[in-house]
């Protein structure tokens, strides 16, 4: 899929940081709510945080206070914003609508925290 491209991601310390960025494709995205998802090993993908079209942002527990979610429509561009980061981040991160468009998911961004 060429619709989203996801990049940023690494190996980190714990406690370190991050920033992931989507690029999309579709002019449409720009009035999509939009989200990162990640998926762990053994684990389902879980959104992670979303952001309206306006600017409205939420996040699941597990990452509030440390994650920020942002957009630049005008750069078709979505960002992940990532501090303090823990072993239990690990996981591939993906961006995509909310809901997702299945057809839409791309190739996603290892993020890997250990020391």
């Known amino acids: 899929q060429v619709e989203l491209v996801e990049s940023g991601g690494g190996l980190v310390q714990p406690g370190g940081s991050l920033r992931l960025s989507c690029v999309y494709s579709?002019?449409?995205?720009?009035?999509?709510?939009m989200g990162w998802y990640r998926q762990a090993p053994g684990r389902e993908r879980e959104l992670v945080a979303r952001?309206?079209?306006?600017?409205?942002?939420n996040y699941v527990d597990s990452v509030k206070g440390r994650f920020t979610i942002s957009r630049d429509n005008a750069k078709n561009t979505m960002y992940l914003q990532m501090i303090s980061l823990k072993p239990e981040d690990t996981a591939v991160y993906y961006c995509?609508?909310?809901?997702?468009?299945?057809?839409?998911w791309g190739q996603g961004t290892q993020v890997t925290v250990s020391s």
């Open positions: 995509n609508a909310d809901p997702p468009v299945l057809f839409y």
């Open positions: 579709r002019s449409i995205f720009s009035i999509h709510v």
């Open positions: 952001i309206t079209s306006g600017g409205s942002r």
